[in-house]
């Protein structure tokens, strides 16, 4: 009696270096890995019949990705911190206290106003009451609950990035 079959197989093709998405961006050492289909004649693989694909594996997290991770490139500082402002934003969060809170991390007004208004585009909407200024998809004045009206464009300003 003759026992034939297939089993996969993993082998690390190459290693080096990359910026693991799970590792927030951080260059980490990864494994290329090729997965194989092997004929097996009693349990033993004796050849590779197709590669069945590849994948990276970070070595610190052990996540797998495809291997397009390789190109990834981590968020800027920069990009990062605008994702923040959008968030606070988008949550109802006037544009002058986000403004306030950059101040108190040792921005100057000027770049505290760029940085914020960089991510609202100048649209934004008005409290009638308490005159601060929100995102434009932001529906009620997160202070004294009034609906706000439409959006407003700001006359642009010279941004220096």
Not at 37 to 48: D, E, H, R
């Amino acid at each position: 009696m003759i026992i034939w079959g297939s089993k996969s197989r993993e082998k690390v093709e190459s290693q080096g270096e990359f910026h693991c998405p799970n590792c927030d961006g951080e260059k980490r050492n990864y494994s290329q890995i090729k997965v194989s289909s092997y004929f097996t004649l009693y349990f033993i693989p004796l050849f590779p019949t197709e590669t069945l694909g590849r994948y990276i594996k970070c070595q610190t997290c052990d996540s797998n990705y495809n291997e397009d991770v390789l190109e990834y490139v981590p968020p800027t500082a920069r990009e990062k911190l605008q994702y923040e402002i959008y968030q606070d934003l988008i949550s109802g969060m006037p544009t002058q206290m986000i403004i306030r809170k950059l101040r108190n991390q040792d921005w100057t007004e000027q770049e505290a106003e760029e940085i914020v208004y960089s991510v609202t585009d100048m649209n934004h909407r008005v409290c009638p009451n308490c005159n601060f200024n929100f995102h434009e998809q932001v529906d009620s004045c997160s202070s004294c609950g009034v609906d706000l009206p439409e959006a407003q464009v700001e006359h642009p300003r010279e941004v220096i990035l």
